[in-house]
């Protein structure tokens, strides 16, 4: 009969020969030494060195050659089809506020519903029509000024909304072509103001610009 009890040593060396391991059991006073340095500090079950998950370079992979942000021509879609949408929104809440406008004295009946929904009708695809038309303009400018030049900077957003204000009014004449030059000035320096006035402030936060 045996008489001598297995430590806590004993018992780990068992366990471990249980699961293949065989590997000698080490007491708190041996392990409190042994340094930790290069061991991960997330889990200590991941035998992982931590140094290979942080990532100093960008998530994507963009072709050789390729810009970090999108050109005029893969926005101009987007700014198409968001001027389309917003001039319909806009047109349905006009026509349907001159609809009721001028069919309150009539009463509730199927000519005055019919009545509103040919004005929202009418209102919603011209002013879808009439923003659809500047975005499109403003896209084709914009990009045939950044081939131009070839660079992409806030000078092409000022020059391509001063230039679609100018072909937008040139059916009015000359002054007409002036006043939609200044207000295509306007707009375009002031939306050129908005992305760049971070940059201004001395801020040190940076958004990401959509010309």
């Known amino acids: 009969m045996d008489n001598n ?7 780990k060396s068992g366990l471990g020969g249980l699961f293949g391991g065989g590997a000698p059991g080490y007491s708190n006073t041996e392990l409190a ?9 997330l889990s200590p079950y991941l035998n992982v060195d931590p140094r290979y998950l942080v990532q100093d370079t960008d998530e994507f992979i963009l072709p ?4 970090k942000t999108r050109g005029r021509f893969e926005l101009a879609f ?24 001028e069919t309150r004295d009539m009463a509730w009946s199927k000519p005055r519903n019919v009545q509103i929904i040919n004005m929202v009708t009418r209102q919603g695809a011209s002013w879808a ?7 499109l303009l403003y896209s084709a400018c914009g990009v045939v000024i950044e081939k131009a030049r070839g660079v992409e900077d806030d000078v092409n957003t000022v020059a391509a909304g001063t230039l679609t204000g100018m072909l937008f009014k040139s059916a009015s004449g000359l002054k007409g072509v002036a006043r939609g030059g200044v207000v295509g000035l306007a707009l375009s320096g ?9 940059h201004i402030t001395g801020s040190s936060s940076s958004s990401s610009r959509l010309y």
Do not use: D, E
């Open 129 to 135: 029509n009439t923003l659809g038309s500047v975005a």
């Open 190 to 198: 002031a939306y050129a103001l908005y992305n760049n006035w971070n």
């Open 78 to 101: 987007f700014t198409i089809g968001g001027s389309c949408m917003t001039g319909a929104a806009f047109g349905v809440v006009n026509g349907l506020r001159m609809g009721l406008k």
């Open 33 to 41: 030494g042994v340094p930790l340095t290069g061991m991960s500090p």
């Open 5 to 11: 009890p297995q430590g806590s040593s004993g018992t």
């Open 64 to 67: 050789t050659g390729a810009n």
